[in-house]
């Protein structure tokens, strides 16, 4: 059992400053257990948000040191022994109070998300699909929406005003599995992906795949395949002219 301090940020949408508390950790801890030893000990009404401790509900995102990740799955021993902690709120989002956030902008940027489209002619129960095509969306499938990787896209991380034209990376993975699902009869996902969700704005820093918990390969498998989709919709001509003969 060692002693250590921890800065914790304190306020709500007016403002606030850093908290500091020194907290007995115990071999094994993470850091969601110190924060609910201050809460037990030092500051009931500390605000934090979590559910499962167990990295499968996407609840406890926040910054440690500057770093996005989930606090019941960030080991105190990552951190040398003596060194202070910092503890803060998802940045990109709005403070509700100390460590909470208000991440409904992920919400709304999924409901403009069209939704998964059979063929007309297929009943339920008659769905069928290869294996390959299965394991592709089941990676996508991991997500807990966590937002962590939304949290530190710096397209809106660092420009408030792009929140409207970008969706974000936890978004382009939808798209990407609903682009590449045999069973999804809408023909304009890349479209939509490109005009209306902002995939255009993403430049590839690979930020949200380094702070997936769940390592979903978010730029490689979902981000660069659309992007790739896209351009060969715009730009081989025989797709294009395709589509102008066989779309309404
Ligand atoms: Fe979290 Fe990864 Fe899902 Fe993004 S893609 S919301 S980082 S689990
Ligand atoms: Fe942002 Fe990820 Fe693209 S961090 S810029 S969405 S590669
Ligand atoms: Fe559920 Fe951390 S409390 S992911």
Not at 27 to 47: M, N, S
Not at 76 to 85: A, C, H, P, S, W
């Amino acid at each position: 059992m060692s002693t250590r301090t921890f800065r914790v940020w304190r306020g709500d949408a007016d403002g606030g400053d850093f908290a500091e508390f020194d907290v007995e950790e115990n071999e094994g801890e993470v850091i969601l257990d110190v924060v609910h030893r201050i809460q037990a000990e030092q500051a009931p009404d500390l605000a934090v948000r979590w559910n499962c401790k167990a990295g499968k509900c996407g609840s406890c995102s926040a910054e440690v040191n500057g770093m996005p990740r989930l606090m019941c799955m960030t080991r105190m021993n990552l951190f040398e022994e003596g060194q202070t902690v910092t503890i803060t709120p998802l940045r990109t989002f709005p403070v509700v109070r100390d460590l909470v956030t208000d991440v409904s902008f992920n919400y709304a940027k999924a409901r403009e998300m069209p939704a998964f489209s059979p063929p007309a002619d297929l009943k339920p129960g008659e769905y069928r699909m290869s294996q390959v095509d299965v394991e592709r969306s089941q990676e996508f499938r991991k997500c807990i929406e966590c937002f962590l990787c939304q949290n530190t896209c710096h397209v809106v991380r660092d420009h408030e005003d792009n929140k409207e034209p970008f969706s974000g990376p936890r978004l382009f993975i939808r798209a990407a599995e609903l682009d590449m699902h045999p069973l999804d009869a809408r023909e304009d996902r890349r479209e939509a992906a490109q005009d209306e969700q902002g995939l255009g704005l993403c430049n590839i820093t690979k930020c949200c795949t380094e702070v997936c918990p769940e390592h979903i390969k978010i730029t490689d498998n979902a981000i660069i395949p659309m992007k790739e989709r896209v351009a060969g919709d715009r730009y081989d001509p025989l797709v294009w002219l395709g589509r102008k003969i066989f779309r309404k």
